[in-house]
């Protein structure tokens, strides 16, 4: 499991903790640092459990091909509201859906959704972000995990006929 994916807020949360843990453990617990312990673990949850994205439920398989089939090149973004990485792209992402908002079509797909494991399995994806440019004909031309390049979008738009 690579360690930006999906779930790295989840991951990140428990890395601190078990860093808080051990620390504690080794410098000797002070008046006060258990319950903040404590205080930090039920805020954790807290949020977790009620401010977690929640997936938008069943994904339209239909939508998915309209719009890869629209005649049109498309970008798909293979992304998890869990996924720090993704978080920090979307500005990104957006920028490059409104610069080239007339010649490309932008699919987000949340790989938490009901529905999408077709399209996971179809695009053999691993890690969030994943991005993957298909032609007018629904050809991949290239991806990237991780990262986005706006450059190599505009070269590629700029590239087709």
Known sequence: MAFLNQ????LLAAGLLLGLVI???QRGPAEGSLMALLALSIGLIFAF???RPIG???FSSSSFEKSVNAGQPVLIEFQSPYCIAC??????VKQVELDHAENLGVIRVNVLDRGVESILN???FRYTPTFVFLDAQG?????????LDPERVKSTLEALP
């Open 7 to 10: 779930f790295s807020f989840l």
């Open 23 to 25: 620390f504690l453990r």
């Open 49 to 51: 459990t009620f401010f």
């Open 56 to 58: 938008g439920g069943s």
């Open 87 to 92: 978080m920090a792209i979307e500005p990104i």
């Open 122 to 124: 179809r695009y053999q």
């Open 139 to 147: 050809q991949e031309l290239w991806r990237m995990v991780g990262t």
